[in-house]
């Protein structure tokens, strides 16, 4: 069976495979060929999604390549996520809003820029709850900070505080934030020692990279206590799933949501971006945890 964009006359019998991809240097160890391979196996398109080592001075050909050679379009990881913007045609809001592109999509002749991390934590957590009107904590300030708090702002929640542990960085997402275009309620504090959560916090979000494989003994300076049973407790690092925060907000009656889950479901959106199709998150959510050693 063939995928959609093959052209108007189909033949009965072809060889020719979309093509999407994710550059990135180092790109080796990404897995996520295997999580949106799995799924386009599993709705019968016959899709690749290919793992590219790109260089930054390459990335300008890579793209040039990827227009001519009719890519459905391609995942953008480190270091290309802001690079990538000056050689495509247009950017989504919240890609406009964060300047960052994790997701280009081929939209007629056009490559048009999204941002599909933000949006993924977004629907990992509306399972639990609609984020309008809440009160969130954040720790962090990189890339995966600042695409989580702008899909949030944009979802209308009231107030986002920003603990991080440079200044700078702090302190730039909630000008982001609070500025103009925006208009939140942001606040930034900094962060030293044992970092207590108010009362009336509704969700509490690890965007850092504590806890990333191999560093799976770090510990995200929180005050365990201070986490109480009505909070959402969410974690990005998707390896291991059951980082030490998930554990310890579990302990605590919190509600808890895992970095597979924003890793699925922005392999999800890219999918549906791509291809016109839902795929069946399950499926992606199986073939990560087999890359990851994990029983599901
Ligand atoms: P960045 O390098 O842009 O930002 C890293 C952030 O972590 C910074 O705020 C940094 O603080 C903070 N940090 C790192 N180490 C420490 C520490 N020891 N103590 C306190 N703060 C620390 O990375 P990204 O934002 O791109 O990625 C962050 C994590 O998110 C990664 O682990 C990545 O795997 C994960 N991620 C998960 C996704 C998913 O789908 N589940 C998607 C995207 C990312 P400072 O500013 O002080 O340096």
């Keep these: 069976m063939s995928g959609k964009g093959g052209g108007s006359s189909e033949p009965a019998l072809s060889f020719k495979q979309e093509l999407t991809a994710v550059f990135g240097q180092p790109v080796a160890e990404n897995p996520t060929q295997a999580m949106i391979e799995a799924a386009y196996r599993h709705h019968g398109l016959s899709w690749?999604?290919?793992?590219?080592?790109v260089a930054p001075a390459d990335l300008g050909e890579?793209?040039?390549?990827?227009?001519?050679?009719?890519?459905?379009?391609?995942?953008?990881?480190?270091?290309?996520?802001?690079?990538?913007?000056?050689?495509l045609d247009g950017l989504g809001e919240s890609a406009r809003l964060m300047g960052?592109?994790?997701?280009?999509?081929?939209?007629?002749?056009?490559?048009?820029?999204?941002?599909?991390?933000?949006?993924?934590?977004?629907?990992?957590?509306?399972?639990?709850?609609?984020?309008?009107?809440?009160?969130?904590?954040?720790?962090?300030?990189?890339?995966?900070?600042?695409?989580?708090?702008?899909?949030?702002?944009?979802?209308?929640?009231?107030?986002?505080?920003?603990?991080?542990?440079?200044?700078?960085?702090?302190?730039?997402?909630?000008?982001?934030?609070?500025?103009?275009?925006?208009?939140?309620?942001?606040?930034?504090?900094?962060?030293?020692?044992?970092y207590r959560v108010p009362e009336g916090t509704d969700v509490v979000v690890n965007a850092t990279s504590i806890g990333l494989f191999p560093d799976v003994e770090a510990r995200v300076p929180v005050d365990p206590a201070s986490l109480a049973p009505g909070m959402i407790v969410a974690d990005v690092i998707p390896n291991p799933p059951r980082t030490h925060l998930v554990q310890s907000a579990q302990r605590r009656g919190c509600t808890v949501v895992d970095g597979l889950g924003m890793l699925v479901?922005?392999?999800?959106?890219?999918?549906?971006?791509?291809?016109?199709?839902?795929?069946?998150?399950?499926?992606?959510?199986?073939a990560l945890l087999d890359v990851f050693g994990q029983s599901p």
């Excluded at 549906?272 to 998150?281: F, L, N, R, S």
């Design 100 to 194: 960052a592109v994790n997701c280009v999509v081929r939209r007629g002749d056009e490559l048009v820029g999204e941002n599909t991390d933000g949006k993924g934590f977004l629907a990992a957590l509306r399972v639990h709850a609609d984020p309008k009107g809440k009160r969130v904590v954040i720790f962090g300030a990189g890339g995966a900070a600042r695409a989580i708090t702008v899909e949030l702002a944009l979802a209308g929640v009231k107030a986002i505080t920003v603990v991080n542990r440079s200044p700078e960085r702090g302190r730039a997402l909630v000008e982001l934030l609070a500025g103009r275009e925006i208009g939140l309620t942001a606040t930034f504090v900094p962060w030293k020692g044992e």
């Design 265 to 286: 479901n922005q392999g999800v959106i890219g999918v549906e971006y791509w291809t016109g199709i839902t795929p069946d998150a399950g499926v992606m959510r199986r």
């Design 48 to 53: 690749r999604y290919l793992t590219i080592e």
């Design 62 to 87: 890579a793209v040039r390549g990827a227009r001519a050679m009719g890519f459905a379009g391609f995942n953008c990881t480190i270091p290309h996520k802001v690079s990538v913007i000056e050689h």
